[in-house]
């Protein structure tokens, strides 16, 4: 009811349209579905097996992410009259997937899955800190600043961290075709942001310029945090002898387990800080049935991006980085076609021109990437005997059901 939305909330609340998001999930889903069927069958070729496991967990990925994406906003904005609390849906979110993940270990898991991991538990809480800061401040940008599409633009120059990151650690000297990529996609970013203010119908005061400005700190913080987060992310995931034994499966929950306690002191410490006195003082905490319909629907949220953490996970243990940067990419186009399709955004070419520029220095980046691991791989191992990221030889690693070593994976070895 778009009537009772607006009074509740506030004038600026666009009618929702849920079928273009109904559409997408059961396509994706369905596609899924199909790849893994695919690739049980006996019609296809045990090389040929890994490309249809990598398509059904990117289709997932695609599905829960765009779907979390929307919905999260839809629980900000229209949810029981909009429950703007992005910072304590977060933790709640971060809280369920902890306990969800212990749950099916304790359950569903070997023996040895719930042994104490000390590598896993170090690693696991600078992960913990890096995905609470980053989902804490993409939920509080988008609940409170900018919209979902620049929001996901603007996170696209996660890549631009981590190379900036690799130089600051020295794990990646300057190469002036990397530079090039990140100089493409922060062209790119720049277009999009730059474009959205000189297009905007909306009055450009100092309030809205403030605002806004906000809303891109925030997201460039979260962009900074996801690079780390997933440069440390393959360091956690990559086996060793505490992890022997264990299934993909269990290993993904593990270590999803062991992220979660620090990400969760950080959202509630955040929510705590921003929201508390806010939170404690909303009426729908008094009336039973409003409160069980917010604790029920962001309790649902929770189950989906539990999912979402999941296939992520899953697509580093298995995907190329090639890969994960074409289909990420491709996901951050659906999440904004689909924000302007459900919730009304203002889609505008600047922003659409903006994307393809990211999207073909994202893909340059990973190319050159490849390029110099190619170059190198005949350099020797490093004095602890490990083998140097530039030289791995990724094909033997995912025959052997491996992590794929990323080029920055001594980064924090190196802090």
């Known amino acids: 009811n778009t009537t009772t ?24 889903l369905c596609g899924s579905a199909t790849a893994k069927i695919v690739k049980r069958s006996s019609l296809v070729a045990d090389d040929k097996k890994i490309f249809f496991e990598v398509a059904s967990v ?17 629980i900000y904005f229209y949810a029981v009259g909009g429950f703007n609390y992005p910072l304590l849906v977060t933790a709640w979110h971060m809280l369920l997937k902890g306990t969800l993940a ?8 070997s023996p040895g899955a ?41 996170k696209s120059s996660t890549l631009v961290f981590t190379y900036i990151l690799s130089l600051v650690t020295k794990v990646q000297p300057p190469v002036l075709s990397l530079t090039a990529s990140v ?9 999009a942001l730059v474009g959205d203010r000189i297009t905007t119908d909306q009055p450009v005061d100092e309030a809205s310029s403030t605002k806004v400005f906000i809303g891109v700190l925030l997201a460039l913080g979260a962009a900074m945090c996801g690079s780390i987060r997933w440069v440390v992310t393959e360091l ?44 404690l003082d909303d009426n729908r905490w008094t009336d039973l ?25 899953s697509l580093v243990q298995l995907a190329s980085a090639l890969t994960l940067a074409v289909t990420g990419h491709a996901k951050d186009v659906m999440t904004v076609i689909l924000g302007v399709l459900v919730f009304g955004e203002v889609f505008t070419v600047f922003k659409g021109v903006g994307m393809m520029i990211i999207f073909a220095g994202g893909v340059f980046y990973v190319r050159t990437k490849a390029a110099l691991r190619a170059k190198h791989r005949s350099e020797p191992t490093d004095p602890h005997n ?20 990323s080029d920055e994976d001594t980064i924090i070895d190196n802090v």
């Open 183 to 191: 100089l493409v996609i922060l062209t790119g970013i720049l277009t």
């Open 114 to 154: 719930l042994q104490f991991d000390k590598r896993m538990l170090i690693s696991s809480i600078p992960v913990g800190l890096a995905t609470g800061l980053d989902i804490c401040m993409t939920n509080q940008a988008v609940a409170g600043y900018i919209d979902l599409g620049l929001v996901t633009i603007i």
């Open 386 to 405: 490990r083998p140097n990221p530039l030289n791995t030889n990724y094909d033997n690693l995912e025959e052997e059901g491996n992590t794929p070593l």
């Open 102 to 109: 212990f749950s099916y270990l304790v359950i569903v898991g």
């Open 289 to 313: 049935s409003e409160a069980l319909s917010v604790v029920l629907i962001v309790t649902f949220g929770g189950m989906a991006a539990v999912a979402l953490l999941f296939a992520e996970l």
């Open 5 to 28: 939305v607006t009074e509740v909330v506030g004038d600026g609340i666009p009618p929702l349209n849920l079928k273009p998001m109904f559409v997408f999930i059961a396509v994706m």
């Open 58 to 74: 990117a289709l997932i990925w695609f599905a829960t992410s765009t779907w979390l994406s929307n919905y999260n906003k839809w």
């Open 236 to 279: 956690v995931l990559r086996p060793n002898a505490e992890t022997e034994g264990l299934s993909k499966t269990e290993l993904r929950f593990k270590v999803l387990m062991y992220i979660s306690p620090a990400a969760t002191l950080i959202s509630t410490i955040l929510a705590g800080i921003v929201e508390g006195n806010k939170v």
